[in-house]
């Protein structure tokens, strides 16, 4: 796939989406743009922006700001929104690619969402697994992620369901039933 570099604004033709004006933060965006584009690949196949950075275990891209790490495809939407990311929202990725930081493929979302986006929740009260009629996957599907020894991107493009779905099924955060039946299965 063909990567190009997106160059600040002026000096090339992929200029990085306008930064909104921002009572009082002015000065803290620009300064953030400058360090966050230059590290940033448009991946022309399927329009994704993909962050050159350091990554973390999720392969969001991890980003420092006013002396904290954030995940990289924050600072995009604050970048493209000119304020402070929402505290209680999460930021989500239409494309379910998660270096992207194309601000045009991010959305606000609350854990809601997340969970909507993925796979059934097997908590107490919700019906569990397969009968949760928003279940993407099959209690056989989800065994394979718990058993595989494979990276959580690897398994979620397979079963066709975003990487934070496999990665709330190998923490036990969904599908409970079946993340504490492989375990006792293990230990037996
Ligand atoms: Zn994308």
């Not at 505290?87 to 809601?112: A, E, K, M, Q």
Request: aromatic share 8%; hydrophobic share 35%; charged share 20%.
């Amino acid at each position: 796939m063909a990567l190009t570099l997106i160059k600040q604004a002026g000096d090339g033709s992929l200029a990085p989406p306008p930064v909104a004006p921002c009572a009082g933060g002015g000065t803290i965006y620009a300064g953030l743009a400058k360090r966050f584009w230059p590290r940033v690949r448009k991946d022309e196949a399927d329009g994704c922006w993909i962050w050159q950075g350091s990554r973390t275990a999720m392969g969001y891209g991890r980003f420092t700001y006013r002396g904290k790490g954030i995940r990289a495809h924050r600072a995009a939407w604050m970048l493209a929104n000119g304020r402070e990311f929402p505290s209680g929202l999460i930021c989500c990725h239409r494309c379910d690619n998660p270096p992207c930081v194309n601000p045009s493929h991010l959305f606000l979302g609350d854990h809601l969402t997340n969970s909507r986006d993925c796979c059934a929740k097997g908590r107490a009260r919700a019906p569990l697994g397969e009968q949760n009629g928003q279940s993407k996957l099959a209690e056989s599907q989800v065994r394979e992620a718990l058993l595989s020894k494979e990276f959580h991107g690897t398994v979620a493009r397979r079963l066709g369901v975003s990487m934070y779905c496999i990665y709330s099924i190998r923490r036990g955060l969904t599908w409970r039933h079946v993340f504490d039946a492989v375990r006792a299965g293990r230990r037996s």
